[in-house]
């Protein structure tokens, strides 16, 4: 899984939709959904990536904050429209095709807790169409990727297709003692059956080897120190393992039926030696030395091992009546998850913030961690889209889900667990008012269980239950012209793990969070020879209840406004040119007493493609006015390039 992006202060970016998904994980251009109008794609190379590999920079016009999806945090979950587990682990980005963001209620019907939104990311497809097409790319420090897409078909009649992700990639970064390998395999293979039965097999390897650093909490002193510097050791690795698999089953019974069943395995396994900050009080009771002038470390050793299944089988039917045009969709899903960690915890000489040295070696290493987690899923689910007559349209749905949890603690010899049910309706309705003028609405719930999260008395904590109001209206077509969306929404999450007074190294639910916000989204063609992606969003996102942190308390990392746009132009046919703006705004930090609050900012991304029989070139300068960004997560800070410049050169043999 290659780190790289976020190593630029820009984890890769999505493009947004109000969106559902469709039964068969597909994207159909006009095919209606509960927050109304169509599902919007991006595919990599729509923002000036070559071969559609490379996931562009940092913007895609699309109103998803690096880290956050309408103010609240941002992890994938789906994979071609099933159910993933593959964000738990690791995979690489050599399958990768493109991604959709689902605004709105979609993620309801496929779980993970979000009625916000999700993210359910495109793979290469095996479509028997042939290819041998590479990449090489090289980065200002140095740093150098290679890919390639390979594919075709095979079997006696062409019925068996082939294709193959490969990606190579390392070499030295901004960061001082920068530099990583990594390299990733994702062969696929679909072998039609017959007319209306396809097998499909995915598998993903991953391979990698970085050098970390640790994250830079939200402290002044920290964000001082030098943007290529590491807090740090030259030493600091992690290596990562991991496999994937993948099997599909598609068989369609005529026009009226279709059913797919999915299979997912995955292994994975990371070894971590390297520095951290001591939150941990084991050298001192704050992280910065008295004078402010020196950061507290530990050295860490950590082993970590994931393994995960998943078995989904779907099925989807059409029912006319004289008045209402059903689409049904009823789903099982079983799972099952386990994580290991282990680790040893040593101290670490403070690093000095002006006058930093390096070489320190770690004082005596004790365990500080060692404990297990699983959990097991069992999972109905059923949804009904109905036409209702020529204007209006309208979505029913329902997941119940039975969750099983365990977490083992092997180092005081305790163990919590907990069983819990969960219920999560959907409703939706859209509204034509003309050929190209659609209001919606949506209301959804949902919930996600809290796993590791235990109380005192041994039992881990309920699920947290979310809910979101939503309408909205949409006007226009992305093919002949511009579309626009324009959303309202309130997102409220409840029964959120909060520290126990009685008791601080244990929870308790009752937590509660609240997100309200505008959203405006324009995509489509301007003018002849120009595409063009952006989107607005304006929100409040803030602490409605907790037993540490007061009421109406800004969530740290969250914007009240966020920006982005993406302009290509293409000039003769050979010539195209980009144009990326991405910003956001003052936003706190992190949660009390920490009172810092970053500065707002705007980045310019700019960029030049030259496209020939066979081959293409581009030329990529990010963040070209060299602005100062400081990018949060909620809880470190992250410092945007200065200035990057990248140069690939792809070509189709």
């Not at 998803?64 to 964000?87: C, Q």
């Not at 990727?145 to 070499?171: F, H």
């Not at 910065?288 to 994931?306: C, F, H, K, M």
């Not at 008395?457 to 209206?473: A, D, H, I, T, Y």
């Amino acid at each position: 899984m290659s780190r790289r992006p976020g190593r630029r202060g820009c984890a890769w970016w999505l493009c947004a939709a109000a969106a559902g998904v469709l039964c068969d994980g597909a994207a159909a251009s006009g095919d209606f959904n509960e927050s109304g109008g169509e599902r919007q794609v991006l595919k990599f190379n729509d923002a000036g990536g070559s071969l559609g590999m490379a996931a562009p920079a940092g913007y895609g016009g699309f109103a998803v904050n690096r880290n956050f999806l309408r103010g609240f945090e941002n992890e994938s979950a789906l994979r071609n429209g099933y159910r993933d587990f593959g964000y738990l682990g690791g995979e690489s980005d050599a399958g990768r095709e493109g991604v959709e963001v689902f605004k709105g209620p979609a993620s309801a019907l496929y779980g993970n807790g979000k009625p916000g939104g999700d993210l359910n990311v495109l793979t290469l497809p095996p479509d028997g169409k042939r290819r041998h097409d590479a990449q090489w790319s090289l980065e200002r420090y140095g740093y150098r990727s290679l890919r390639a897409d390979l594919g075709g078909t095979a079997g006696r009649d062409g019925d068996v297709a082939v294709r193959i992700g490969a990606l190579a990639e390392g070499g030295p970064g901004r960061r001082r003692f920068d530099d990583i390998e990594s390299y990733g395999l994702a062969p696929a293979i679909a072998w039609r059956l017959s007319a209306d039965t396809r097998i499909a097999l995915e598998a993903d390897a991953l391979k990698v080897n970085d050098q970390v650093a640790p994250d830079r909490l939200a402290l002044a002193p920290l964000i001082a120190f030098p943007e290529r510097g590491t807090l740090g050791e030259r030493g600091d690795r992690l290596d990562e393992r991991g496999h994937t698999w993948r099997l599909a089953l598609e068989h369609r019974d005529g026009s009226r039926w279709r059913v797919r069943q999915a299979l997912f395995v995955q292994r994975y396994r990371a070894w971590t030696d390297a520095t951290e900050l001591d939150v941990y009080g084991m050298t001192g009771d704050d992280v910065l030395t008295s004078n402010g002038q020196a950061v507290r470390r530990v050295a860490v050793r950590r082993r970590e091992s994931v393994a995960s299944e998943v078995a989904q089988t779907e099925w989807y039917t059409q029912i006319e009546t004289p008045s209402v045009r059903h689409e049904l969709l009823a789903g099982v899903e079983l799972g099952r998850y386990r994580a290991s960690t282990s680790g040893r915890m040593a101290p670490l000489a403070s690093l000095d913030l002006d006058t930093p040295h390096y070489g320190t070696r770690p004082g005596e290493f004790v365990s500080d961690v060692d404990r297990q987690d699983s959990s097991r899923t069992q999972v109905a689910y059923l949804q009904d889209r109905l036409a209702i007559g020529p204007r209006l349209r309208a979505l029913v749905a329902l997941r119940a889900e039975r969750v099983q949890a365990w977490s083992d603690n092997h180092l005081d010899g305790e163990r919590y667990q907990g069983e819990h049910t969960l219920l999560s309706p959907r409703v939706g309705l859209v509204y034509d008012t003309g050929p190209r003028l659609s209001w919606f609405a949506s209301w959804t719930q949902s919930s996600r269980p809290q796993l590791g999260q235990a109380t005192a008395s041994g039992n881990l904590l309920p699920p947290e239950k979310s809910r979101q109001l939503e309408v909205g209206v949409q006007w226009g077509h992305p093919d002949e012209g511009l579309m626009g969306t324009l959303s309202l929404f309130q997102l409220d999450k409840r029964d959120l793990s909060t520290i126990d007074p009685s008791h601080p190294d244990f929870s308790l639910p009752g937590g509660e969070r609240r997100s309200r916000g505008i959203e405006l989204d324009l995509r489509g063609h301007p003018w002849p020879g120009a595409q063009l992606d952006a989107s607005i969003e304006w929100l409040r996102a803030e602490v409605v209840k907790d037993s540490g942190v007061p009421p109406g308390t800004a969530l740290p990392g969250v914007a009240p406004w966020f920006a982005t746009a993406w302009l290509t132009q293409t000039f003769k046919t050979h010539w195209t040119a980009g144009l990326g703006l991405v910003g956001e705004g003052r936003r706190r930090a992190h949660l009390p007493p920490n009172e810092l609050r970053l500065p707002s900012y705007f980045m310019l991304d700019l960029s030049l493609a030259y496209r020939a029989e066979g081959w293409r070139a581009q030329l990529t300068l990010g963040n070209a006015l060299a602005r100062r960004a400081l990018i949060s997560d909620g809880y470190s800070v992250d410092i945007a390039e200065p200035r990057s410049l990248a140069l690939s050169v792809s070509s189709s043999f």
